[in-house]
């Protein structure tokens, strides 16, 4: 890889092969491809659309509920004593978490094509139960592909998904997780190609999805960023994020972009500690490497074979990373830290205590760092964390780990 | 050698009037001795062509027997130079039959591209198809093998339009590999009366010969196909030969090779009016 350069204007990306400096791209079967480029001429069309815009921000307003509080944490504030800390809250959004942003503006996109099936990939199960609930309200069979390992460890998120009269595919091949699940979309997207839509849940895989999922997430950042001048009449000293694939980072961070001022501080899981080989963290343990479309950081062996992320987080289970990440992380835009599962339990716990709010165990691994993040910006300062996902579904895997059934 | 020897052969088979029989192979499946076995019996069993799976963990466009033939590979621990050893030791026995690489872009990438394309052409490889590497990605791995004289062999699929045919052709060498059915390798069959008038589109707008594959199981299938393209690449049937025998316990070796032996009777007497069974 180049030294890369830092761009003059973050927000110019990517180019119109899809990249961010190096990352990104469009590593898919020929048979795909021409559904790819349909796919983005598309997306670029209905971007420019305001029906289009104006459609997306009546379901965001009435279906999902937006905008999202952004609340003053203060018993946290007080808590840690240092910069006051701001809780962007996507978990109130409709379905419990940020995922609904993105599933609302594809399933429109997806009419729009006139495609007549949607196919979806999950790891946690949210944005599988986001995919569901835009595929019921629009009346489009919905198929979701699921890890049979997380089929068995998610299964509430399973029975929501039937509920809302989804197909969950239990997928076997491979090591049944995440990257599994979104090998075997891929499969079924090769396979028929004429009707369906591949709604991908996060800002990862081939150009134009990083771009487009980002769009639809940066509804986060923008309301994010007029809130706090309001509250505040300022712009925040950092923006914390959990990182999985990205699209919840991505979300608040891009409004940001060009404010240098502003820190933007993604969390990845680091699983079991990065001294060991079990953690989901891609830049903080991987190296660039092509997957599922995109060069991007990768978890890898010496021979570039993908190797098994892990972490008490389903959602950031995932071996890679959203390609804008990578760049932003190799131009020093953006700073990747990582938070442990013994870590995020805590902050799962402290959060439930001090401001009587479950988060999802993903959005626990950015609240592990909150404190540090805080205290390093120090009194006077202001930090703003996404809260992206409310943590009911995680109730039973944190009794778990605490040693207590219910 | 290289690009000339898939040039020389398919001018030999154009002589003799007949297609081309490719006999996919998954490097180290079950094991790398047993695949080394199987490599060198290929030409003597009726295999023109050959092409070299090299196994990777997220094989996205395999059905399930290449992805399980993938995991067993791994399993016994194969990796990228130890596909091009095989291809080296084949190659001491024999210089004329073509060896086709195929898989996934990450391994390249970590191997990275001029050396890798420097390397598979001193252990004998004549070109590689990249599944995950379309043509607007291809530039780099294109260049690198430009420089050892290996081919670049591009696939078209039915979604391969008019407009795109001259993209996916552009930069391709040896032959095209027309895949015959939208999907993923060994699922759905190939219809030779659908796949005819793709084929001839194809041949004419490239100048090359064309290869069809993805859903040939018979040799039934094998001679219709052979009818109209000039190359059949049979994969998925193979290697679920190497599972069965191994689920059985039979030899491997002449299993595989038996199979071979039939589907390329049926590729040599498709265009003689005369059938195999």
Known sequence: MNAPARPNDYTAYPDASGRFGDYGGRYVPETLMPLVHELDAAYKAAKADPAFQAELNGFLTHYVGRPSPLYFAERLTDHFGGAKIYLKREELNHTGSHKINNCMGQILLARRMGKTRIIAETGAGQHGVASATVCARFGLPCIVYMGAVDVERQKPNVFRMNLLGARVEAVTSGSATLKDAMNEALRDWVTNVHDTYYLIGTAAGMHPYPEMVRDFQSVIGKETRAQILEVEGRLPDAVVACVGGGSNAIGIFHPFLNDEGVKLIGVEAAGEGMDTDRHAAAINGGRPGVLHGNMTYLLQDREGQITEAHSISAGLDYPGIGPEHSWLHDVGRATYLTATDLESLDAFKLTAELEGILPAIESAHALARIGDVARDVGKGGVVVLNLSGRGDKDVATVAAHLGMQI | ?277
Do not use: C
């Not at chain 2, 210089?95 to 191997?111: A, C, F, K, R, S």
């Not at chain 2, 062999?153 to 939208?182: C, E, K, M």
């Not at chain 2, 699922?187 to 010969?209: M, N, W």
């Open chain 2, 1 to 277: 050698m290289t690009k000339a020897r898939i040039d020389a052969r398919f001018a030999a088979l154009k002589t003799e009037g007949r297609a081309a029989f490719v006999a996919y192979v998954m490097a180290g499946d079950p094991d790398a001795a047993t695949a080394l076995k199987i490599l060198k019996g290929l030409p003597a069993a009726g295999a023109d062509i050959i092409e070299l799976g090299f196994p990777f963990s997220d094989p996205m466009a395999e059905g399930p027997p290449i992805q399980r033939a993938a995991q067993r590979a791994l399993a016994k621990g194969m990796t990228l130079s130890g596909t091009l050893e095989l291809a080296r030791a084949f190659r001491e026995g024999d210089q004329d039959t073509p060896i086709i690489m195929m898989g996934y872009t990450n391994p390249l990438v970590t191997w990275g591209y001029d050396a890798f394309a420097r390397d598979a052409a001193a252990a004998g490889i004549d070109g590689i198809i990249v599944v995950d590497l379309p043509p607007e990605e291809a530039d780099p791995l294109a260049d690198a093998l430009d420089a050892n004289q290996m081919s670049l062999i591009r696939l078209a699929t039915p979604t391969t339009d008019d407009a795109r045919l001259p993209v996916v052709i552009n930069r391709t060498s040896g032959f095209v590999y027309y895949v015959s059915v939208a999907g993923v390798t060994g699922v759905k069959e190939a219809d030779a009366a659908t796949v005819a008038p793709h084929v001839a589109r194809v041949r004419k707008a490239s100048g090359l010969p064309v290869a069809v594959g993805f859903g040939i199981k018979t040799p039934e299938r094998a001679g219709a196909i052979a009818e109209v393209a000039d190359a059949v690449v049979v994969g998925s049937a193979l290697v679920d030969e190497v599972a069965e025998a191994v689920e059985m316990n039979e030899d491997v070796t002449s299993r595989v090779l038996s199979k071979v032996a039939s589907l390329a009777k049926a590729v040599r007497l498709a265009r003689q009016g005369l059938t195999t069974v």
